[in-house]
Nanobody, 120 residues
Framework: QVQLVESGGGLVQAGGSLRLSCAAS????????AGWYRQAPGKQRELVAT???????NYADSLKGRFTISRDNAKNTVYLQMNSLKPEDTAVYYC??????????????WGQGTQVTVSS
């Protein structure tokens, strides 16, 4: 069974940092393009950052400079480094990825989400 497993969330004070991880586990599927999204209570899910298979990145304008998306292909893992966190960054953070194994492609796979809470 293919799973995207997020980890690294938690409670942090404003100004602190967290690094989220997203790993494709339980299969031989590899992560192709991937992205991080977040959903705060009462709000719609929004894009945080994306990274393609070549490592090119894209960020929500409001998060540029504080958040960095990266990947380690050897570990089949995508990361989101979050610095200078603010209370308004509090949300459930979700990983989304296209997975592939040979000619098989699974598009837009979602992880279960990890909670990030930033206290003031």
């Amino acid at each position: 069974q293919v799973q995207l497993v997020e980890s690294g969330g938690g409670l942090v004070q404003a100004g602190g940092s967290l690094r989220l991880s997203c790993a494709a586990s339980g299969s031989l599927f590899s992560i192709n393009a991937a992205g991080w999204y977040r959903q705060a209570p009462g709000k719609q899910r929004e894009l945080v950052a994306t990274i393609n298979s070549g490592g090119s990145t894209n960020y929500a304008d409001s998060l540029k400079g504080r958040f960095t998306i990266s990947r380690d292909n050897a570990k089949n893992t995508v990361y989101l480094q979050m610095n200078s966190l603010k209370p308004e960054d509090t949300a459930v953070y979700y990983c989304n990825a296209d997975l592939y194994r040979g000619a098989i492609i699974l598009r837009s796979y979602w992880g279960q989400g990890t909670q990030v809470t930033v206290s003031s």
